[in-house]
Nanobody, 114 residues
Framework: QVQLVESGGGLVQPGGSLRLSCAAS????????MGWYRQAPGKERTLVAR???????NYADSVKGRFTISRDNTKNTVYLQMNSLKPEDTAVYYC????????WGQGTQVTVSS
């Protein structure tokens, strides 16, 4: 059983930045991949960014050039640096681990508003 705990969400003005963290209970180096997804009210959960065990990252087109996913295997933590935030980035952000099964965190709210 893998437990994921997200942190770092909050309220930020358009153009601002936030960094989300996802701490895992196990060794993330053993996971096939980890990623961040988001879900806005009334919409489906969609991929934001994903990084594989060997560090290959991919991003949703809407966040390319603004968001960066990274991982610290020594801390079993994955990060999502979000810059130039827009109101349309407002959503609950979920951490995901692909470790045989899919595991999810509880989510952290990100609100971009003036």
């Amino acid at each position: 059983q893998v437990q994921l705990v997200e942190s770092g969400g909050g309220l930020v003005q358009p153009g601002g930045s936030l960094r989300l963290s996802c701490a895992a209970s196990g060794s993330i180096f053993s996971f096939s991949a980890m990623g961040w997804y988001r879900q806005a009210p009334g919409k489906e959960r969609t991929l934001v960014a994903r990084t594989t065990r060997i560090g290959i990252a991919n991003y949703a087109d809407s966040v390319k050039g603004r968001f960066t996913i990274s991982r610290d295997n020594t801390k079993n933590t994955v990060y999502l640096q979000m810059n130039s935030l827009k109101p349309e980035d407002t959503a609950v952000y979920y951490c995901n681990a692909e470790a045989g099964l899919d595991y999810w965190g509880q989510g952290t709210q990100v609100t971009v508003s003036s």
